[in-house]
């Protein structure tokens, strides 16, 4: 790393991270779950399911909403020393340092389907759900203001996530271009050759 320079990874691909392991450890566990008949049967179970599904995702897109704005509307620009780090490094950081949680969301899901059928899994497929509307809302953010949102990696915490966390004191910005994620943190697309 350059004297002087931070490593900095994207605020939008942090929060998309969790997403697609959350949607599809949580479908899974759903269509395991509904095989199963359990206590309160497999109508009761996957109504339940369909509701904490809708409340998980808007919970989880809503959840600090006025820390990520505040952090965003201080937002500096970041040096020519700092380093931006790619999408790839920073999904699989989050994903190591999340590995052992989601797991142990995934079994709690599966192990939920004899209580009530498929609810803990479509819980979790909705907390998938919220990451990726949060992750679309910062992409908004991110192109109504012509800048990308960038956290310094020392201020995540150990799993790699929480870029809206205590230790995160400010974000910094690049031009729209910047990286190798679009705004909203998918990959992003290669322009077609003419």
Known sequence: MARGGQGLARVAVVVR???APMWWLGVIAAGVGVLVPGVTGRRIGVLAGAALFVVAAGVVAY???KRYTLLAGTAARAGKHDVLQDRAVTSRNW???HRWWLLLAFLAALGSAFAVP???GLLLA???AGLWLKAAWLGRRER????LLWVRVD???RGAGRPAGKAVKAY???GIAAGDAAPGGARRKTAALV
């Open 17 to 19: 991270a969790g997403a």
């Open 63 to 65: 959840v600090r909403r």
């Open 95 to 97: 994903r190591r340092g």
């Open 118 to 120: 498929a609810a803990g």
């Open 126 to 128: 909705g907390c998938g």
């Open 144 to 147: 109504a203001g012509d800048a």
């Open 155 to 157: 201020w995540l915490t």
């Open 172 to 174: 910094r910005g690049t």
